[in-house]
């Protein structure tokens, strides 16, 4: 094969496609998650700015955690900073944490985000039932006036 173009676009096309599950997906479901936890504790108020430290705490310290398993996993195969030469269980762990580990997890998480249990129904309930109980407030509010 003379040129590798056709592969790296397809490949750059999956990456793109990994990075919008990664950080795209659970933030988009982080409101729903919000609003799905107003209507069952409806004593529990003005919790948003907990979901969301919450959120970014996990995505950081997984981040966190995936640089030092994979530190962690090259200096057990014998990794040497600066070498130009590398044994070849150094190479074979490269290659496994760069392409089929990620792609493994991502499919893991992309099955799990299949199990959520807020789908379109669901948030259009939860929605009726925060305006719903968005009109008792007023009315209360009101009547105090």
Known sequence: MKSNLPIFIIMSMLAGTSLAALYLV??????DVVD?????NPS???LEPLFYSCYVFF???GGGMSVG???LILHFVGYKPGACKHNTEVIYSLQMLFAPMPICLLL???VIFCFY???????RKIQDALRKAGRRN????????
């Open 26 to 31: 659970p933030w988009s479901m982080l409101p």
């Open 36 to 40: 799905d936890f107003k209507v069952k």
């Open 59 to 61: 995505n950081k310290f």
């Open 69 to 71: 398993i994979s530190t």
């Open 117 to 123: 249990p807020i789908n379109e129904e669901q948030r």
């Open 108 to 110: 893991i998480g992309l």
């Open 44 to 46: 529990c108020q003005d």
């Open 138 to 145: 007023d009315i209360t509010v009101s009547s105090f006036q």
